[in-house]
């Protein structure tokens, strides 16, 4: 009998491939459907999450069975896709598939008021954009992963640039368009060296290549640099809240939640895969950077007033983590300590999975919020609770699990690292022992500070009183909305009680990659890396206590006592004339923050003369990066540009010239 | 296992019933210090039963998370109870939680503490529930790193196990752990609301941090997050206690060794409350925007004794 489930099981790559080309014909379909506003929000939406489902089915799949390759006959004669399942990549696919799940169930109500025009056209980005992504996944030679790097690439710019009247949307389009070409040649480059003058470019070749340690190191700091580009490492993060903002909500869910793990599979494929040799300072380099990302990200997620900018900021945070963990496995694995390695390597694994689904879900909220509202600037919220309740306790889930808050996923991934930081010792070089205590202050410090930026996201938002009137009037999302956002906050919550069988399910890829996998000592309810008597975490019986707890006290203080409770106006202190204005605002609520970390920004301030009737106060905390490296940079370009301008005077003869001083120069050249 | 659960139910009760007259100690070792007649030790309790007895007066735009969170912030306080060894060692819930979880607990009841501030829109709730994350977000990571130097000492982040390791050792002195000790005070003078960076006393708008977020609680809600405020003290000392004297404390299935382990508690509950209030007596409060240089210096001083375990001990 063939159920669907076997039928993914037998050939899960065809199912795949055949998934990405109903993205395509459905984006083309959209096309077509122009003129019908109805069938495209609530016909091709759902139908693409239909292909979500089926790619997280194959990554479900994929994970377990052996690898599986394909040769598709495209593109250049001589040239064809090679594709190919592994683990690494099913374990992608199914962050993908889950995570784009609920978003584009969420899309299919949250684009119903959109124009049926840009509609069709965002629809056919959309699914592109989801079709290149799942083929970066498959892709097994350099060739097809360019091409789908740049379909991924390219229709996301698109998708970002959907309110292309806006011209600052049209600028950070731009920059975003930028930074990832630059790190596209840099990837370029990078399969060039890696394919170790074989001229040929599938990864097969490249897997099998003998590298010298220098053009190891080069391959690898060129991947580093690409892939670094396309998941917002510091320096090479300021696209992100440009881009983030600036597209529609779920899209921006989609890239922050999905497409920046894309350069977290990359970075793992060509480092633990491709390259036979690894080298212990690659670690030591990539756990640097990593940690300056998160403390970076998290100290202007702070600072920002706009919520969307709030929570790109709080993605380069957790791209930060993640790389950070990954320069962890690297000195682990080089140093010989496979069961660490594995370690590490599962807390990366769970937390890109678990940054899918709570920054997907939060970005999603805020679309909602801003529907409901029109309103991005935080300074303008406020009390939304009321008004959207399933929006405020869902978003409220997705709050609490970035924060690292036990019993949800957030925590389970940030445990499985601290852990690693301190069952490490004896490593070989004696100045790593000393950078590990530091590092994981860093992390420790990066986790803390996120928790007040949820605080501060959610408070401000959502709780206390509306800052404008008009916020009374706002409504709550629709149900293809609410359905989407549940999905992606029951997932925060079942990672986050469920890591035992989490971890099973993640370890034919730590198998893959690092030769070993993390043991849980401890049975279905509790995880016990390494050992019980290490340590030991079991989320179920956490969450079962405090609920008892809970449901004991409310009843024993209804029994005892009485459940009786008078409304009265809030309490003023005194002073009769309280208003929405008077509650913290979104930059009052970063000060402390920005007065600790003014180092980094370039704080730009303008305060209200004491005498003026119309007081307008205005204050923004910028990146320092931006004007001490882009800005610089610019410059020089502008500047080289010019220079080169001044060979073109519109003028003929003095072209001529320029291609007959060519012609003789390349004379003299060759026949020397 | 039975018996563990019985010993662990009792443990968490004993807890939950005592930690009143943990604070009722100290309130009256400081009225003594501050040459005041001092209340009596039972009044903690007396306050709890006249505020459960009153009627709930809740502002006109609560919203369900404004009620909801002193009834969250109490069953966190009393999970941590239970895990925390206090007089026997090993209990079976010590496995459901190592000392991280333990981390996220507290950050979980501080979160809901701050979030149901935020709730009603005055502007003092907003201005704690701000100051408290401040203070938490230093004071949280150096709590982590004090118990890292803990752990890299017991190969183990499990308490029972850190508390076995330390009690059982030969006398032999720890460099890194007199780092943490300070560093661990520091970081519970500030959690706990205490002098010198906040006072519990205080209603004054310049200066108070736990109290701006609580102001809008009343009757049961305000019981519940005082008891939760008295469990949060236990909890911090018996912390101490277990890391850095841990001597008494029973282990695993000595049912003999109880009384006396409950004996050597009640003595070292009784030493620490007379010490923090002595120290609050001799301190002043600090500025608040000196609480981050305050946390920091615990922080580098937590940060401090990992290195220095890595340099001296291993």
């Known amino acids: 009998m063939t159920t669907p489930l076997t039928l993914i099981a037998d050939a899960p790559l065809d199912i795949a491939w055949g998934v990405v080309l109903f993205w395509l014909a459905l984006g083309f379909a959209a096309l077509l459907l122009q003129g019908s506003q109805h069938l495209l929000s609530r016909l091709v939406f759902p139908l693409g999450a239909l292909g979500a489902l089926g790619i997280a089915a194959v990554g479900v799949a994929g994970m377990i069975l052996p690898a599986s390759t394909m040769v598709l006959p495209i593109g250049l004669p001589d040239l064809p896709f090679h594709l190919r399942l592994d683990a690494l990549s099913a374990f992608f696919m199914l962050l993908l598939g889950g995570a784009a799940f609920g978003i584009t169930v969420y899309a299919s109500g949250y684009f119903r008021s959109m124009a049926a025009g840009p509609l069709a056209l965002l629809a056919l980005w959309y699914h592109l954009f989801l079709a290149g992504m799942v083929t970066v996944l498959l892709a097994d030679d350099a060739y097809a992963f360019m091409v789908s790097w740049e379909v991924m690439a390219l229709s996301s710019y698109f998708l970002v640039t959907t309110d292309h009247k806006i011209p600052e949307i049209r600028r950070a389009g731009f920059l975003y368009l930028l930074i990832a070409h630059v790190g596209a040649v840099s990837l370029l480059l990078a399969f060039g060296v890696l394919q170790g003058g074989h001229g040929d470019y599938t990864f097969d070749t490249m897997r099998l290549a003998e590298m010298t340690p220098f053009w190891a190191s080069v391959a690898f700091l060129l991947a580093l640099f690409g892939f670094g580009a396309k998941a917002g490492l510091v320096p090479l993060h300021v696209w992100l809240p440009e881009a983030h903002p600036a597209a529609p909500s779920p899209v921006s869910a989609l890239m922050s939640g999905v497409m920046l793990k894309t350069a977290v599979y990359g970075l793992l494929r060509v480092t633990f895969d491709l390259l036979n040799i690894q080298i212990g300072w690659w670690g030591t380099l990539t756990l640097a950077l990593g940690l300056m990302t998160a403390l970076y990200g998290v100290i202007f997620a702070a600072v920002q007033s706009d919520m969307k900018r709030l929570l790109a900021w709080s993605s380069i945070e957790n791209i930060g983590v993640i790389i950070a963990a990954f320069g962890l496995t690297l000195i682990f694995y080089t140093d010989g300590k496979g069961a660490l390695a594995a370690l590490t390597l599962t807390a990366l694994l769970y937390h890109a999975l678990n940054h899918a689904f709570f920054k997907g879900l939060l970005f999603v909220g805020t679309g909602s919020v801003l529907h409901a509202t029109g309103v991005r600037h935080m300074g303008h919220l406020g009390g939304l609770m009321r008004f959207m309740p399933w929006t405020a306790w869902l978003t409220l889930v997705g709050a609490l699990a970035i924060a690292g808050l036990p019993p949800l996923n957030g925590f389970v991934s940030e445990w499985l690292l601290l852990q690693a930081f301190f069952l490490t010792f004896g490593l070989t070089y004696p100045y790593l022992n000393m950078v590990i205590p530091v590092a994981a202050a860093t992390v420790a410090l990066a986790v803390a500070l996120a928790a007040y930026v949820m605080v501060k996201f959610f408070g401000v938002i959502f709780l206390g009183q509306p800052r404008d009137p008009a916020l009374r009037e706002a409504h709550e999302a629709g149900w293809p909305e609410r359905l989407g956002m549940l999905w992606l906050a029951v997932g925060c919550v079942l990672l986050g009680l469920f890591p035992a069988q989490v971890i099973d399910w993640l370890s034919p890829v730590v198998r893959l990659l690092v030769g070993q996998t993390l043991v849980n000592d401890g049975n279905w309810l509790m995880l016990a890396p390494v050992s019980a008597k290490r340590a030991s975490y079991a989320p179920l019986i956490f969450f079962a206590v405090v609920v008892a707890v809970l449901l004991l006290t409310v009843l024993w203080v209804r029994r005892v006592y009485h459940g009786r409770v008078r409304r009265s106006d809030p309490w003023d202190c005194g002073y009769p004339e309280q208003d929405a204005r008077m509650q913290d605002s979104a930059e009052g609520f970063g000060q402390p923050i920005r007065q600790i970390f003014e180092v980094f920004m370039r704080v730009e301030r303008e305060t209200p003369d004491p005498f003026d009737r119309k007081p307008r106060y205005h204050g923004a905390s910028l990146?320092?990066?931006?004007?001490?490296?882009?800005?610089?940079?610019?410059?020089?370009?502008?500047w080289l540009s010019q220079q080169a301008g001044r060979l073109q005077h519109g003028r003929i003869q003095w072209y001529l010239i320029y291609s007959f001083a060519t012609l003789i120069f390349l004379l003299v050249f060759t026949t020397r | 296992m039975s018996a563990g659960i019985l010993l662990q139910l009792a443990q968490s009760l004993l807890a939950i019933l005592l930690a009143p007259l943990l604070m009722g100690w100290v309130n009256q070792c400081r009225a003594w210090l501050q040459g005041r007649s001092a209340p009596p030790i039972t009044q903690p309790y007396r306050t709890l039963r006249k505020l459960f007895h009153k009627d709930a007066v809740i502002a006109h735009n609560a919203s369900p998370l404004f009620r909801f969170a002193p009834y969250m912030?109490?069953?966190?306080?009393?999970?941590?109870?239970?895990?925390?060894?206090?007089?026997?060692?090993?209990?079976?819930?010590?496995p459901a939680a190592d000392v991280i979880a333990l981390v996220g607990i507290f950050a979980l009841a501080r979160v809901f503490l701050a979030l149901a501030a935020m709730d009603i829109g005055s502007s003092f709730g907003t201005l704690g529930a701000r100051r408290e994350m401040l203070v938490s977000f230093l004071a949280e990571p150096a709590l982590l790193m004090v118990f890292f130097t803990a752990s890299l000492i017991s190969q183990s982040t499990e308490l029972p196990i850190i508390v076995q390791t330390l009690a059982h050792r030969e006398f032999a002195i720890y460099p890194s752990l007199a780092f943490a000790a300070v560093a661990f005070w520091m970081i519970s003078v500030a959690e706990n609301a205490r002098i010198p960076v906040d006072n519990p006393t205080t209603h004054l708008e310049l200066t108070m941090i736990h109290e701006a977020m609580i102001l809008e609680y009343s009757?049961?809600?305000?019981?519940?997050?005082?008891?939760?405020?008295?469990?949060?003290?236990?909890?911090?000392?018996?912390?101490?206690?277990?890391?850095?004297?841990?001597?008494?404390?029973?282990?695993?299935?000595?049912?003999?060794?109880?009384?006396?382990?409950?004996?050597?508690?009640?003595?070292?509950?009784?030493?620490?409350?007379?010490?923090?209030?002595?120290?609050?007596?001799?301190?002043?409060?600090?500025?608040?925007?000196?609480?981050?240089?305050?946390?920091?210096?615990?922080?580098?001083?937590?940060?401090?004794?990992?290195?220095?375990?890595?340099?001296l001990e291993v």
């Open chain 1, 623 to 638: 990146d320092k990066l931006w004007f001490i490296l882009y800005v610089p940079i610019a410059r020089v370009t502008g």
């Open chain 2, 219 to 311: 009757a049961r809600h305000l019981a519940l997050i005082e008891w939760a405020v008295a469990l949060k003290l236990f909890t911090y000392s018996a912390l101490g206690i277990a890391l850095f004297l841990p001597w008494g404390i029973a282990a695993q299935g000595d049912v003999a060794a109880l009384p006396l382990a409950l004996l050597a508690m009640v003595a070292k509950l009784l030493l620490g409350g007379a010490v923090l209030s002595f120290i609050e007596t001799i301190s002043a409060k600090v500025r608040l925007f000196r609480a981050p240089e305050f946390l920091g210096t615990a922080f580098m001083l937590a940060v401090l004794g990992m290195l220095i375990h890595f340099l």
């Open chain 2, 73 to 94: 912030i109490f069953a966190c306080m009393a999970l941590a109870a239970g895990i925390v060894p206090t007089i026997a060692n090993d209990l079976p819930f010590s």
